[in-house]
């Protein structure tokens, strides 16, 4: 009984979501359509099909992975939909999960300017939208989880999408600040040192290696927030340029040092409380 209640409760959750789905890619081609129509953009045809079309990618690919983990949309506090054995499943994604989706929107806008900039050169009016569109995806950061935690929407689904979606943003972000030529190409290291640290973890597990627990550590979150702070203010055009190489790499070698820190943890390496100071406690 609780598999069909589980089955049925994901099968509503995946319906819902193709047919947001549906409407987000429709909006997504109006504002194509509306960029080569708005006097003030000054963006060509080609440009505006450009940014619909990398646009789209990422906006299908983020629902492709969350339509692959809808089965994920539990809690284990009671909620509005049916119980399955000691936690709740959700058959609607909820406002924390919406906001979360949201905010990896906007990333796929700046992945489509990014792919105009490849491609040619970009007016201020879009680089201006990639920077405003990244800082809002910043802010909203704080804005799910304390949504999910208020109304009591903590699910796994929700959480496993706002870290996919701040992982991909902060590839993605600094990655369009390189191509519209307003990061130094070695700051993509900041997006990449997570993939990388994520598959070293898996080769560890492919190869029988011991893996070891992370200890909590509030800078974690510290430093990939001053990240999300720093890119919004490089995307802008005009804005910083004298000082922006300096603060980015000062910002990119605290969470480098950091993963790095991290794996010699989980590798064993490291045992947890040699970097600590005992009179301090740590929290996540």
Request: net charge negative; no cysteine; proline share 4%.
């Amino acid at each position: 009984m609780s598999e069909a209640l589980s089955s049925e409760a994901t099968e509503r959750t995946r319906g819902r979501l193709l047919g947001g789905g549906a409407v987000t890619l429709a909006a997504t081609v109006s504002v194509g359509w509306g960029l080569t129509t708005a006097s003030a953009s000054s963006v060509s045809s080609t440009d505006a099909v450009t940014w619909t079309s990398a646009t789209i990618l990422v906006v299908v690919g983020l629902w492709a992975y969350t339509y692959i983990y809808a089965a994920e949309n539990v809690a284990d506090e009671r909620g509005e939909t049916a119980a399955v054995g000691d936690h709740v499943e959700y058959d609607t994604l909820g406002l924390p999960t919406g906001v979360t989706l949201f905010r990896g929107l906007l990333v796929a806008g700046i992945a489509g300017v990014g792919a105009v900039a490849a491609l040619g050169v970009v007016t201020d009016w879009l680089a201006w939208g990639a920077a405003i569109g990244y800082g809002l995806a910043a802010a909203l950061d704080a804005v799910d989880g304390f949504l999910a935690r208020r109304l009591g929407r903590t699910t796994r689904l929700g959480q496993r999408l706002d870290t996919a979606v701040d992982a991909f943003g902060l590839l993605v972000a600094p990655l369009a600040g390189v191509v519209l030529g307003q990061l130094p190409w070695w700051y993509l290291s900041v997006g990449v040192a997570r993939y990388v640290f994520v598959a070293g973890l898996w080769w560890r597990e492919r190869t029988g290696r011991p893996t070891f627990d992370l200890p909590p550590r509030e800078s974690r979150r510290v430093l990939a927030g001053l990240q999300m702070a720093v890119v919004p203010v490089a995307l802008a055009p005009n804005v910083g340029d004298a000082w922006i190489p300096l603060v980015a790499g000062a910002a990119a070698s605290g969470l480098l040092v950091g993963f790095g820190r991290d794996w010699l943890y989980v590798s064993g390496r490291l045992e947890a409380g040699v970097w600590d100071r005992p009179d301090t406690p740590t929290r996540d």
